[in-house]
């Protein structure tokens, strides 16, 4: 066994083990993006360093291996600013456009482009629900707000936004319809408003919250209208869908977040803005949310009866890609979940993932 020491807790790991095996067993937490239990180490984010004090050298937990003897620093002050600076790094050129414009600007913060997604899909149930869910006000604020969202909406650019205001009146309208309220469907199936609420909401019961949420909905006065779901729903799917697909379930933005680190909005970004989409599988591939982890790579490397990603060019400019041999649409056939799962990103996702 080697010894070794992390954060001053005592741990003892086999040969061969790395210094973020050590931590672990000592639970402390490292973070880590391009790190897979089982996938070859690649060491590429460099979110997970931390110091060696014995050398005062700063080195990857993941890559480094354990020594006897040891003594890690895992969560001093410069080791946290530096796994910052690593973030700050993959950040420089990464497009992060965690939400959509729409919501951004939405009083409320409602998410429309999921609202979108639903309606298209023919899931107004669905739909209906997530409205339910999102009730922050006695009524619901597309009633009387001017149109933040519409205003900022991108299908703008290619010929008018969407109706999102009619789309919301129209569920709200249609509650009923769906049984939302019905007593049989358990509040719990909703995400409780009552956390998010003020104290007067905070103390309602079920029966009362429902009655209210019931009320609140059907004040305020109506702008137009949209005939009927099937229409709104056709209208939904001229929606561009402009958030990140992975938006609430992202490693990168989680570190981001926890870490009070801010995307530079003046920051030029190199990378494109295209997506390739494998027409056989519903695979999404953005580059310009890739930090070149490999972990996809990685994970299908002993792949031999399909092809998968690679990378492909030198240096700064290499990127995630087919083979050069094949066409984006004949790759991953049965690996397409595979390299969803491990990509820390929303780099990699499939169509209507959300739904
Ligand atoms: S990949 Fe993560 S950080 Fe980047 S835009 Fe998507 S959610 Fe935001
Ligand atoms: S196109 Fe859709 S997601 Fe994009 S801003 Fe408009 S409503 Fe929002
Ligand atoms: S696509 Fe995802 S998993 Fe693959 S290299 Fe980029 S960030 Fe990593
Ligand atoms: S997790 Fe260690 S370098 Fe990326």
Redesign the pocket.
């Known amino acids: 066994m080697i010894r070794l020491k992390v954060d001053n807790i005592d741990t003892a790991v086999e040969e061969g083990q790395t210094i973020l095996d050590a931590a672990m067993k000592a639970g402390i937490s490292i973070p880590t993006l391009c790190h897979m239990d089982g996938v070859e180490h690649y060491s590429s984010c460099m979110v997970c360093m931390v110091r060696d004090r014995n050398k005062d050298a700063y080195i990857p937990s993941c890559t480094a291996l354990a020594q006897e003897g040891m003594d890690v620093d895992a969560s001093g002050a410069d080791v946290l600013e530096l796994r910052k600076k690593a973030l700050e790094l993959l950040f420089s050129e990464h497009r992060a456009e965690c939400e959509?414009?729409?919501r951004v600007v939405c009083p409320a913060g409602y998410n429309?482009?999921l609202m979108?997604r639903l309606l298209a899909a023919g899931k107004f149930r669905e739909a209906t629900e997530l409205v339910i869910s999102e009730l922050d006000s006695p009524e619901i604020r597309c009633l009387t707000c001017p149109g933040y969202c519409e205003n900022?909406?991108?299908?703008k650019k290619v010929d008018k936004?969407?109706s999102?205001r009619k789309m919301k009146i129209l569920i709200s309208e249609n509650l009923d319809s769906f049984g939302a309220y019905d007593h049989e469907i358990p509040l719990s199936e909703y995400i409780d408003p009552r956390k998010r609420f003020s104290s007067r909401i905070g103390k309602l019961s079920d029966d009362e919250l429902r009655q209210w949420l019931k009320e609140c909905v059907r004040e305020g006065r109506r702008f137009d209208s949209f005939e009927d779901f099937g229409s709104a729903g056709e209208e939904a799917m001229s929606?561009?869908?402009?958030?990140c697909r992975a938006a609430e379930d992202c490693r990168l933005r989680e570190l981001a977040q926890a870490t009070g680190l801010k995307d530079k909005g003046s920051k030029v970004v190199n990378a494109t803005i295209t997506k390739k989409i494998n027409k056989n599988t519903g695979l999404i591939f953005e580059n310009a949310k890739c930090i070149k982890c490999g972990l996809c790579v990685r994970v299908c490397e002993d792949s031999i009866d399909e092809p998968a990603l690679c990378f492909i060019h030198r240096g700064f400019v290499s990127i995630i890609s087919e083979p050069l041999t094949e066409e984006f649409d004949n790759i991953l056939k049965t690996q397409t979940d595979k390299v969803i799962s491990v990509c820390p990103t929303g780099a990699l996702a499939k169509f209507n993932t959300n739904e």
Not at 152 to 155: I, K, L, P, V
Not at 239 to 243: A, F, G, K, R
């Open positions: 959509a414009p729409c429309i482009p979108n900022a909406c991108r299908r936004p969407i999102i929606c561009m869908h402009c958030d």
